[in-house]
T-cell receptor, first 112, second 108 residues
Framework: EPEVTQTPSHQVTQMGQEVILRCVPISNHLYFYWYRQILGQKVEFLVS????????KSEIFDDQFSVERPDGSNFTLKIRSTKLEDSAMYFC??????????FGPGTRLLVL | GIQVEQSPPDLILQEGANSTLRCNFSDSVNNLQWFHQNPWGQLINLFYIPSGTKQNGRLSATTVATERYSLLYISSSQTTDSGVYFCAVRSNDYKLSFGAGTTVTVRA
C-alpha cells in the first residue's frame, strides 16, 4: 500500500538554525499538508499546498516558515530561524482531494 | 473555525472490556477521520467516516452527521489498543481540525 514518507525521523538543532523537513507524498495525490503537534497537545494545521502554491495557512505559519515542492515527488517545510517553541512533531499529509488524508510517520524536532 | 470536542479525555480499561469514545463537532463536515496515535507518535488511520457506520475487526465507528457527532467503539480491548485516539474533521476547506484526543490505557 502506498504511504507518505518523511525524513529525518528525528532532528536536533540549535536555536536560530535553519531546518528543512522533507516529505514524499503518495504519488497520485494533489493536496499536501503540514501539521504539527507539540508534546502532549493536539495536532494543529500549519499549511496546505495545491497546484504549486499555498492554498491555506494558519496563524502559526508566519514568515519563519516556507514550503516548497522542488520536484515532482518531494514536499519540504523550512523553518528559517528555529525557536525553542518550534520543538514539536511535524507531520506531512497528502490526499487526492476530499477523502482520506494520509499522514506520514512524522519528524520529531527538538530545538535547544 | 469548526470546534471538535472529544470525550472522555482519559479512559482506563481492563483487557477484554468494551468502550465508546465520542466526538462532537460544531458545524457540518465533509470529512471525518479517526486516528490512533501509537507510542512512537505515529498517526494511524482507523476510519474515514463522514457518515454512516463502518467496522474493521474489533473497531467500529458511527457518524451521525445531522446531529454532529461520531462514536468509536472498541470491543474486547487489548493492551495494544492503548494510546491516544483522535477525531479530525474537515468542513468547507481542505484542512483537518483535530480534537484534543482520548487517552486510552488498557491494563492486562
Amino acid at each position: 500500500e502506498p504511504e507518505v514518507t518523511q525524513t529525518p525521523s528525528h532532528q536536533v538543532t540549535q536555536m536560530g538554525q535553519e531546518v528543512i523537513l522533507r516529505c514524499v507524498p503518495i504519488s497520485n495525490h494533489l493536496y499536501f499538508y503540514w501539521y504539527r503537534q507539540i508534546l502532549g497537545q493536539k495536532v494543529e494545521f500549519l499549511v496546505s499546498f495545491y497546484n504549486n502554491e499555498i492554498s491555506e495557512k494558519s496563524e502559526i505559519f508566519d514568515d519563519q516558515f516556507s514550503v516548497e515542492r522542488p520536484d515532482g515527488s518531494n514536499f519540504t517545510l523550512k523553518i528559517r530561524s528555529t525557536k525553542l517553541e518550534d520543538s514539536a512533531m511535524y507531520f506531512c499529509a497528502s490526499t487526492t482531494g476530499v477523502e482520506t488524508q494520509y499522514f506520514g510517520p512524522g519528524t520529531r524536532l527538538l530545538v535547544l | 473555525g469548526i470546534q471538535v470536542e472529544q470525550s472522555p479525555p482519559d479512559l482506563i480499561l481492563q483487557e477484554g472490556a468494551n468502550s465508546t469514545l465520542r466526538c462532537n463537532f460544531s458545524d457540518s463536515v465533509n470529512n471525518l477521520q479517526w486516528f490512533h496515535q501509537n507510542p512512537w507518535g505515529q498517526l494511524i488511520n482507523l476510519f474515514y467516516i463522514p457518515s454512516g457506520t463502518k467496522q474493521n475487526g474489533r473497531l467500529s465507528a458511527t457518524t451521525v452527521a445531522t446531529e454532529r457527532y461520531s462514536l468509536l467503539y472498541i470491543s474486547s480491548s487489548q493492551t495494544t489498543d492503548s494510546g491516544v485516539y483522535f477525531c479530525a474533521v474537515r468542513s468547507n476547506d481542505y484542512k483537518l481540525s483535530f480534537g484534543a484526543g482520548t487517552t486510552v490505557t488498557v491494563r492486562a
